[in-house]
């Protein structure tokens, strides 16, 4: 035999004892659990806010894994422990399908415990899988007691520099502190926080890339704090520690009270190094009155709405070093952490550097170089450019240009937004600002080295946002609807910096309530933004005012006690809306209360359950017959409407809590107010009163189900003549909008949907795209080529409400919606319409990734669509009879993973379990 045959035979040995073993094998175990995550969706968390975390898991896609019918999670203070030794818990084998949410049970845990963690399931059919890897969380200093360290800073308000506003700046504040170790370090934390925001370096090394640290909270009741991994920064012997720190958003100018900036507090820091050396013993660094700063250093200026100021001249070189002689820089004062305002871990993701944009085009104008990004954006731009000596550079911002070629900034009312940077020497500079960020489409450079020719890559744009990742995709096969998509994203990607702000660019940038109330649905698919939210609403909790409202603006930085009808109602509406997509309870019980004390509040307003909240009412309701930005529709019956809508919203929420006497208690009020409203604001056709028939009006009582069956239908046909009147044009402001896809929607006028969603001309989504738009717009008229810009000065480019057609793109057009908290059971439906031919989306849900698309060719209709493990869906699919529906290419018969579930008179509805499915139906003439 040669010695190939030999191979021959041996492999094909080989293979059969192989096919033998893996043939005759029953499959003993199935493949692990995926996605590990903690609590809202965190993977190994370090310096965690949540002694009592939650559990969740995806099962893999594998054909042999329909659903789970049983857990077991184990936790231990050792991975080497697991699974069979778990000293810190053990769930045991527990018959469940809940494969989300599993709330930890063990020992209860403290400030900097580490625990590692991992699961297994067992499937339809009682097989085990594999242990999945394991996971770990690290819980960060849970309360004040465990800080020893003293807030630390220098006193700048004494210098009493005034910006733009006559508001106190405070000069950027560099502090150090040098310390000796004499035993090598096995790991090191470093706890920190700053009322202010801050960069910290060790030995010269940043210690992270964290845009604009801790963030954005009601610093009065609570500042979040930093855990950082700082183990390979430190070494044995000298080391050294430097903060920069600036006003930020606790000690610079926000809002517009004046009186708030007059006399901010000199920002301080707050940190707490904490070492374990390899012998076991631990020692602690700790900001003190030890420490030394100095306010001259580089960076001069640095506000949030007025940019920063950079001289090159003043660097010190090596400062956070070793080597760096202090001589000249001052003690610090410190103070004791009091227990007046609480230090809890942050709760969701710092502000990184998401992603980059070059430069798409330069425009040379009267002497000055603009720099042309093509996408409306927020953050700072890096920039590479040939300077002189002594040269000091201007950096203007613009979200876009003026038909002129001119740069319009006066939509950033009296934010300042330029930087400036002096050069030391000559060459190119290479700079970013840290410590402000700006709305931009648009930079423009002047003051540089005017020898060399303005280049591309002088200027590129760093987009900063919360660093949460991509949930969904959308797309069809339409441009414009593509790019309303993308300009929803970019709105999204522009407004969630650390809190959701209403604009990004001028002198606000704040939590405006509405704005949140009304696009948070939307940002769900788009992003993983469930702990972004979960964070904001703690605010939003701590903002409440003792009489139950809910302040205009959270952080509430206006202070005004003031409250509007339909912003405040965010309190009710995103809980339930985040429940409701991630089929979390505990987002509903940490509200419940806020919640309650919120419909009391309407109560207190409200004589015989009619509303006299006032507020901002349809916001921006286009060409109001008034002339008003509130628009035409009657603020008492906005806000009964939203009064009945919170205390609907209340009662869902106690039913799923399984509180029946408040469930009892809140849905008999919803009923009395939405009769009221109905006897109040209608009449006995189901026409609006007199002077309030708008759009919204209808809206309002047909979505939040305020208008009795007799009468829907009335009421829908007035909706309809509305719609009619105008064109066939929406005319509706920020709280119409969002309801319009949702009443024509469940009334069956779907068509009608269509053809406002892709209407051309104003007022409509794809008049700002014709317009140029990037971005989502304030204003359905913001800006247009033949009037130029909207007169007012209130008029963002970057203004995220409209985009909450978004949610109404993703559940109908592409077809993916939750029947059942958390997508336990997914519907599928999706209603092609005219002029599209195709359209797909897809979903991270907490059970996996859900998939629909759907393609309209040849006269066929094709639907692909995957359901994740532990789920079902409900799909709904277009046919006269069964015969015409094909599955993976033939005609549908009942298995078990799909099922007829009901046949209506052109629409089947099947029910799926896990899998792909390719549907082909015929399009009826
Ligand atoms: C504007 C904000 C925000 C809106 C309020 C009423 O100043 O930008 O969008 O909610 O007004």
Known sequence: MNTNMFKYLFSAMCCFILFFQVSCKEPQTLGSPKNLTVSEGFENPLGFYNSKPSFSWQLPVLYEVKNQTAYQIVAATNPELLPNNPDVWDSNKQ?????????????ALKSRQKVYWQVKYWNQDDIASE???????????LG??????????????????????????????????????????????????????????????????????????????????????????????????????????????????????????????????????KDGSKQMILSDEGWEGTTNGPIRISEIYDGETYDANLEMSGWATNNFNDKKWESVEAFPVSNDIRLEPKRHTTVKTKIELATKEII?????????????????????????????????????????????????????????????????????????????????????????????????????????????????????????????????????????????????????????QVFGPTSMFNADVYKFWASWLQSVRESQYDNGGIPWVVPDVLLNNKVSAG?????????????????????????????????????????????????????????????????????????????????????????????????????????????????????????VKEGTATQTSYLLGLAFGLISEDNKAKAKKYLIEKITEADNHLRTGFLGTPLLSEVLDETGEIDLMYKLLFNETYPSWFY??????????????????????????????????????????????AGIAPLEPGYKTIRIAPVPGEPLTSASANLNTPYGEVASAWEIKDKGFFLNVTVPPN???????????????????????????????????????????????????????
Request: aromatic share 12%.
């Open 95 to 107: 018959e469940s399908r809940q494969s989300t949410w599993i709330n930890y049970q063990g020992k």
């Open 567 to 687: 912003w405040g109602d965010v309190c009710t509406i995103i809980p339930w809306k985040i429940y409701f997509r991630t089929g979390d309870k505990k987002i509903l019980e940490e509200n419940f209360e806020t919640m309650k004390r919120w419909v009391a509040y309407h109560e207190t307003r409200s004589k015989d359950y009619i509303s006299s909240m006032d507020g901002f009412a349809d916001w921006l309701q286009p060409l109001p017959a008034n002339g008003n930005n509130k628009g035409d529709t009657s603020h008492s019956l906005i806000g009964t409407a939203f009064f009945a809508h919170s205390a609907n919203l209340t009662a869902k929420t106690a039913k799923a809590l399984g509180k029946t006497d408040a469930f009892k208690k809140y849905n008999t009020l919803y009923k009395n107010v939405s009769k009221a409203f109905e006897t109040e604001f209608f009449d006995e056709n189901g026409k």
């Open 144 to 277: 004040n007691s465990e800080w020893h360290a003293k807030w630390i800073g220098l006193d700048t308000k004494k210098e009493k520099i005034l910006g733009s506003q006559e508001n106190i700046i405070h000069r950027v504040q560099y502090l150090r502190k040098g310390f000796e170790l004499s035993a090598e370090v096995a790991s090191a934390r470093l706890y920190i926080t700053a009322k202010g925001v801050f960069d910290v370096a060790i030995n010269g090394e940043d210690v992270s890339d964290d845009v604009m640290p801790p963030g954005y909270t009601p610093y009065k009741a609570r500042l979040e704090t930093i855990t950082y991994d700082v183990t390979g920064l430190i070494v044995s012997g000298q080391n050294t520690i430097g903060v920069e720190l600036a006003a930020g958003w606790h000690s610079g100018r926000l809002g517009w009270k004046k009186s708030l900036w007059i006399d901010t507090e000199s920002p301080k820091v707050l940190c707490q190094l904490e070492l374990t050396m």
């Open 131 to 141: 242990w999945s890897e394991i996971k770990n969380f690290e819980l960060g200093l």
């Open 871 to 925: 789920t079902k869906a409900v799909i709904e699919i277009q046919a006269n009879t069964s015969q015409e529906i094909f599955v993976n290419g033939e005609v549908f018969k009942e298995s078990e993973n799909l099922k007829l579930i009901e046949k209506g008179t052109s629409v089947f509805k099947l029910s799926a379990q896990s899998g792909s499915y390719n549907f082909q139906t015929t399009i009826k003439e």
């Open 768 to 813: 700002s795209i014709n317009q140029g738009a990037t971005t989502i717009w304030e204003r359905w008229n913001s800006y247009s080529k033949t009037d130029g810009f909207n007169p007012q000065k209130m008029n963002s480019l970057n203004h995220y409400a409209y985009g909450a057609i978004g949610e109404w793109m993703y559940e109908r057009i």
């Open 364 to 516: 040379e104008k009267d002497g000055a170089v603009i720099f042309d990004l093509k996408q409306n954006m927020v953050g700072v731009p890096l920039l590479k450019v040939p300077m002189k000596k002594e040269q000091t550079l201007k950096v203007r911002f613009a979200e876009m240009l003026s038909p002129d070629g001119t740069f319009y900034t006066e939509n950033y009312r009296s934010a300042q937004s330029t930087n400036y940077y002096t050069a030391s020497k000559d060459g190119v500079v290479e700079w970013m600002p840290k410590f402000t960020f700006h709305g931009f489409r648009y930079v423009e450079l002047s003051g540089f080295d005017t020898s060399k020719t303005p280049s591309k890559n002088w200027v590129t744009g760093l987009v900063q946002y919360s660093d949460f990742e991509q949930n969904g995709t959308f797309a069809s096969s339409h441009e414009k609807l593509n790019q309303l998509q993308n300009n929803i994203v970019w709105g999204l990607r522009g407004n969630f910096f650390d809190i959701p702000t209403d604009c990004p660019q001028r002198d606000e940038r704040m939590g405006w309530t509405g704005d949140a």
